[in-house]
């Protein structure tokens, strides 16, 4: 696993050695955000906390086309933070997303493809207050999916059908694997799951200077429970403002039955939920 992240990190510098040659077989496309904000007060008579908040996004896309043959790569990494004046920096914010989609063309618009995705974060998290015991690291959990099937494309649209998929997933914390979490067995460091994966993302611009960019994956497994289906699914709205300035809306809904969340009462026991996240920021955007 380690050498297929590796060829997939090396990807964009591979893309730039193509473009200095002026090879049109690939297309690269990426950019850099940064939401910013702060607020500080002294002797407010209205009360409040000072406080500062910030998130990184890094997206790129590095495509290669010729003849019937095509190669869609996706490098989506985000990172946030919140800090507080009597609290210590905490993460409000952690993704690592590497999509990699290997496709031959079968008719106009339909491809037969392979997919390779893996998700991850940088970060341990913690169930704050409690900043002693992490409740996630980095490749715990980590996920890495595979699949065969026909992918059926068009400007800014693609959706990809594989019947034959492969989820792996990965705790590699001591802690966290003895605890059998996210659906590991207790004491195991990986889980492997054979089903059917659908992947569709649409990108689009629904009016001047704005584009909504939204993609969502679904998997079932044929083997424990099919009609638990595993749901990701990410909604974007980018506003520019101008060359530099942008305003970001992000939201993300998961459902995973094997990730089990522990509740307001806390008497009965985790059992798996939604999880939802919403980010809105305006900040800097540099694009390369």
């Not at 019937?68 to 790569?73: E, F, G, Q, V």
């Not at 705790?171 to 492997?192: C, N, Q, Y």
Request: charged share 25%; net charge negative; aromatic share 12%.
């Amino acid at each position: 696993m380690k050498k297929i992240l590796i060829l997939l990190f090396l990807l964009p510098a591979f893309s730039y050695a193509q473009d200095e040659t002026k090879d049109t077989l690939w297309t690269t496309s990426g950019s850099t955000t940064l939401n910013f904000s702060q607020v500080s007060l002294n002797n407010w008579a209205a009360g409040g906390k000072s406080s500062m908040s910030g998130v990184a996004m890094v997206n790129y896309a590095a495509n290669y086309k010729k003849d019937k043959l095509s190669w869609d790569n996706t490098f989506d990494f985000r990172y946030g933070f919140l800090k507080e004046e009597d609290q210590k920096l905490r993460k409000s914010d952690d993704m690592i997303d590497i999509s990699s989609k290997l496709g031959i063309e079968a008719s106009k618009h339909w491809y037969y493809s392979a997919l390779l995705n893996f998700k991850s974060q940088f970060a341990a998290g913690y169930d704050y207050p409690d900043t002693d015991n992490a409740i996630s690291k980095f490749m715990a959990p980590g996920y890495l999916n595979l699949g065969l099937g026909m992918d059926y494309k068009t400007d800014g649209f693609s959706l990809m059908m594989a019947p034959v998929s492969g989820k792996l997933t990965f705790v590699t914390d001591d802690d966290l694997s003895d605890e059998g979490a996210f659906g590991v067995e207790e004491g195991k460091t990986m889980r492997a799951e054979l089903g059917a994966t659908v992947k569709a993302q649409l990108k689009k611009d629904i009016w001047e200077n704005v584009t909504m960019d939204t993609k969502v994956s679904l998997f079932s497994n044929y083997l424990d429970q099919p009609e638990n289906i595993d749901i990701d699914w990410t909604f974007k709205i980018i506003m520019k403002v101008n060359d530099y300035l942008s305003a970001n809306l992000i939201t993300q809904l998961i459902y995973d039955n094997d990730v089990k969340i522990q509740g307001d009462d806390e008497t009965l026991p985790p059992s798996p939920g939604l999880q939802f996240m919403e980010s809105f920021g305006v900040g800097l955007t540099f694009k390369f």
